[in-house]
């Protein structure tokens, strides 16, 4: 995914997920001049500063290409967004797009 990133753009990472999560993103980013968005946590509780997001995530509004939370220790299905025209665009891996058909 980073190889399309250009510099100038942003991604947001949070200070609760893991280090082996955080830092292929963190060095990613400072490879291809993208700016680093930190989300803390509140150290006595454990949750996320969601007001460091300034509301609820819009990808939409934000133009965002990939919206993809950290799996580590979820107990639940995680879902990852993305722009449906850049996944048929190109190849990332084992990323497919499903269909949009139930």
């Not at 082996?20 to 993208?34: E, H, I």
């Not at 007001?51 to 509004?61: A, E, M």
């Not at 290409?65 to 990852?80: I, Q």
């Amino acid at each position: 995914i980073s190889r399309e990133w250009k510099e100038g753009e942003e991604i947001v990472v949070t200070r609760l997920d893991h280090d082996a999560n955080v830092t292929p993103w963190v060095l990613a980013a400072q490879d291809r001049g993208v700016r680093v968005n930190w989300v803390d946590f509140d150290v006595e509780d454990g949750t996320l500063r969601l007001d460091d997001l300034h509301g609820p995530i819009d990808v939409q509004n934000l133009d965002c290409d990939f919206l993809v939370p950290s799996a580590y220790n979820l107990e639940e299905p995680h879902v990852t967004q993305a722009r449906m025209e850049l996944m048929q665009a190109k190849q990332y891996g084992d990323l497919t797009p499903a269909s949009s058909a139930a």
